[in-house]
């Protein structure tokens, strides 16, 4: 018997996954840590990442005992990333254009639930509408009154899953996620998840995952029911 069940619907985490947004921010943090003479390690990166801006900036200060108030963390955070994606282009993760589109051409409902606020999100993806335009919808965590508790909570992917018109059940939803705090969301929520990790990300947080492949275009479809990328 196969581990993996047949989908019907794929949802997409987006910083990281669709968008290489991940070093932005943590050279923005790595900024802030440096100040005060600290470093943004990989264990902190694997906790931080994933989750909503305001529980990140609370995990930051924590863990690396930073003395400033969350908030002006938050504020500070929040102005270097935002100005450098307001001055730069943010390219496309490699395979997610090909993959996309496959999955629409073929009437694949698909859609985004991301933990950045809507802000943010019109932000990043302004050079990229016509490709946001291919999911049936966005669920920006940040801002989405929906959204009471960002991940590892399952909020955002069972919130996502009932905006479809056919509201499908948790099982029959696929998720794409790059962090710990994004797959253990949908294995809350009851979903399969595809992971595609960052090099810091350690071996032990990867193995609750469903699947873990290194690119968006290796994912193999066919395993899940859908029709083959190749």
């Not at 047949?6 to 923005?28: C, P, R, W």
């Not at 990333?81 to 589109?101: E, N, R, T």
């Amino acid at each position: 018997m196969s581990k993996y069940k047949q989908i019907s619907h794929v949802i997409f985490d987006m910083d990281g996954v669709l968008l290489d947004t991940e070093n932005v921010y943590k050279n923005a943090i790595s900024c802030i840590a440096k100040r005060f003479g600290k470093v943004y390690t990989a264990d902190i990166v694997a906790k931080v990442i994933g989750t909503l801006e305001k529980e990140s900036a609370r995990i930051a200060v924590t863990e690396m005992k930073l003395p400033i108030p969350v908030e002006e963390f938050r504020h500070e955070f929040r102005t270097l990333s935002h100005g450098f994606f307001a001055k730069h282009h943010v390219p496309l993760m490699p395979g997610a254009k090909k993959l996309v589109h496959h999955l629409s051409s073929n009437k694949i409902p698909i859609s985004v639930a991301t933990s950045s606020s809507i802000d943010s999100f019109e932000l990043k993806t302004k050079k990229h509408k016509e490709f946001f335009k291919l999911f049936d919808h966005v669920v920006c965590g940040g801002t989405d009154p929906e959204v009471k508790q960002g991940k590892p909570s399952p909020d955002i992917f069972l919130i996502s899953a009932s905006r479809f018109p056919d509201a499908p059940k948790p099982e029959k939803c696929l998720v794409v996620e790059d962090s710990p705090n994004g797959v253990q969301a949908a294995i809350s929520a009851g979903m399969q998840v595809v992971m595609i990790p960052d090099h810091y990300v350690p071996e032990e947080r990867r193995r609750d995952a469903t699947l873990v492949v290194s690119s968006l275009d290796l994912i193999p479809l066919e395993k899940f029911g859908l029709p083959s990328l190749k």
